[in-house]
């Protein structure tokens, strides 16, 4: 069971840190991903993280703002989101994939939250 949080309203140019807590199996995957959903749009990969939090992956629209992390004492992944713009609004999906998969392809992954509205006003 994957658990998101953090969400809320920022001007654009904020930052706001989203966690996803985790329980289960769920964390004993090694991969853990953020993944996206704007209005109208399909939900797009933003960023995944390995087990030991040494390998991580981005979107090229995120990359060098945002920054995925995870504690692994805790159970929980983080997304830190800096220099937030208005095409950052959407809404926030963690997720993991059942296997050992760090690819952007969101079929891939098995498990969900339920997701944590980012609204950045401009």
């Known amino acids: 069971q994957l658990q998101a949080s953090g969400g809320g309203l920022v001007q654009a140019g904020g930052s706001l840190r989203l966690s996803c807590a985790a329980s289960?199996?769920?964390?004993?995957?090694?991969?853990m991903g953020w993944f996206r959903q704007a209005p109208g749009k399909e939900r797009e990969f933003v960023a995944a993280i390995n087990w030991s939090g040494g390998r991580t992956y981005y979107a090229d629209s995120v990359k060098g703002r945002f920054t995925i992390s995870r504690d692994n004492a805790k159970n929980t992944v983080y997304l830190q989101m800096n220099s937030l713009k208005s095409e950052d609004t959407a809404v926030y999906y963690c997720?993991?994939?059942?296997?050992?998969?760090?690819?952007?392809?969101?079929?891939?992954?098995?498990?969900w939250g339920q997701g944590t509205q980012v609204t950045v006003s401009s």
């Open positions: 997720a993991a994939p059942k296997g050992y998969y760090t690819g952007s392809d969101r079929r891939r992954y098995d498990y």
């Open positions: 289960g199996h769920t964390f004993s995957s090694a991969i």
